[in-house]
């Protein structure tokens, strides 16, 4: 590498820029960002992003599924791109850097390739992925999914949104439906920087993560049926709550994640009574679990004390339980290659760093299935994420985003 190169640094003021600049497509009045995909405001921002793009020289392209792909050519253009990019969708009441500091940040990394007048040796490209949150459609990543062809392209486009409104549709509506097949466009390896969104980073004074794993997950739906009657004439002995049990599974999930813990997590966050009432007992309730860790064997640890501690319980109050399993999705395992790239240049830019599993699912973990690939995190206030009060400092995005371009330059190999 040249030492123009090893010196390179981003330009912080205009990335920080950028952030702000494109917060205000959909903008929220307590600071955060409502852009939920396919929607005008995702319109607005994909179509700044598209001029941008252009305007730093590269060729943009879009996909069935509205994936945009910028692509910036290489001295030899027989190697597929290093892929870097994240996604400019958001949660309802979400915050501004969820995606958009990956995405914005690969689009100043290009842009300070171009002021120093770089060229690699292979091309790069950036991505902006189509619906990664998963708020509006499901399933969420629902693009770097079929992309690697974990779902068709069909069943992702018949997809529909709480008003009945397909992918498709959604697509048309906002002039993103691409013509680009899913999956044409290859990748070499794939980078994505995002925030943490979870406070180990920040409590341990880490400016750098280095994403080597991230969490599988289990979700199941459960029903409980005991049996409704009458709150006061029924005698305490004689009762079949659905909810009184309900409530000890859900201690016994917090003691199960504990005891596999740390690396583990399981959450009933949805419990709904049948037929509610004040003065009946609760003889039906459907509820949710979440279990995740990014251990394959504390996965089925999980599955097997779960459903053992539900089958005590149940049949200790007399009711009836199930619990089906809907979606498991195994652990990922980043490219350890990759990983040490990103370690190593955390470390020669002299950032604190530190290995870090993500907790939350991301496009880089759909595509890792398929290609190389690998993370980097920086912190973010409070672990805080998937809130208007998400936030990040000037610094570490800086950080984040140095990581991202030299990891990126020695992948890509800068051309003699
Ligand atoms: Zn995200």
């Known amino acids: 590498m040249t030492s123009i190169a090893s010196n390179l640094q981003i330009d912080s ?19 955060g960002v409502r852009r939920l995909t396919l ?20 060729e943009v392209h879009v ?10 050519k290489g ?3 027989t190697k597929p791109p290093v892929g870097l990019g994240s996604h400019l969708d958001t949660q309802p009441t979400g915050g501004k850097f969820d995606g958009v500091l990956g995405t914005l940040a690969a689009l100043e990394v290009v842009r300070t390739l171009n002021d120093a007048g770089i060229e690699t040796e292979i091309p790069i490209c950036i991505v902006n992925w189509t619906n990664e949150e998963g708020s509006r459609f499901a399933p ?52 994505e920087l995002h925030i943490e969104q979870g406070p180990i980073l920040e409590a341990e004074g880490k400016t750098i993560g280095v994403v080597d794993s991230g969490q599988g997950v289990l979700w199941y739906d459960g029903k409980i049926t005991g049996f409704e009657s009458h709150a006061g004439s029924t005698p305490m002995r004689l009762r079949r709550n659905a909810l009184a049990t309900l409530s000890e599974i859900v201690l016994a999930m917090e003691t ?19 037929k509610p009432s004040r003065n009946v007992i609760p003889g039906e309730i459907a509820f949710t679990v ?34 089906d399993l809907v979606w498991r999705k195994p652990p990922t395992h980043f490219d350890p290659k990759l990983v040490a790239a990103v370690e190593a240049t955390a470390k020669k830019l002299g950032f604190s760093h530190r290995r870090i599993t993500s907790g939350a699912g991301h496009d880089a973990c759909n595509l890792n ?7 980097v995190f920086v912190p973010c206030k409070d672990g805080v994420s998937h809130n208007e009060l998400e936030d990040a400092t000037q610094a570490d995005c800086t950080a984040g985003a140095n990581v991202l371009m030299h990891t990126v330059l020695s992948l890509a190999g800068v051309a003699s």
């Open 369 to 375: 299935t398929k290609i190389p690939a690998a993370m």
């Open 290 to 323: 979440d279990c995740r860790s990014a251990d394959a064997a504390i996965m089925d640890a999980l599955d097997k004390d779960l459903r053992a501690a539900i089958g005590e319980i149940s049949a200790r109050r007399n009711v009836e339980a199930t619990l």
């Open 63 to 72: 996909d069935t599924l509205g994936s945009m792909f910028a692509l910036r």
């Open 140 to 191: 969420a990543m629902m693009a770097s999914a079929a992309y690697v062809g974990d779902f068709t392209v069909d069943d992702i486009l018949s997809r529909k949104d709480a008003d009945g409104v397909a992918v498709a549709d959604a697509l048309d509506a906002i002039g993103y439906r691409g013509d680009s097949p899913v999956g044409r466009q290859r990748f070499s390896s794939f980078i």
């Open 39 to 58: 929607g005008d405001e995702d319109r607005q921002v994909r179509d700044w992003f598209k001029t941008a793009c252009e305007a730093a020289g590269l």
């Open 256 to 274: 199960i994640a504990k005891k596999h813990g740390p690396n583990a997590v399981g959450t009933i966050g949805e419990a709904v009574i049948a």
């Open 75 to 77: 001295r030899d253009m």
């Open 13 to 31: 003021a205009r990335l920080w820029g950028t952030i702000h600049e494109t917060a205000k497509f959909g903008a929220t009045p307590k600071g």
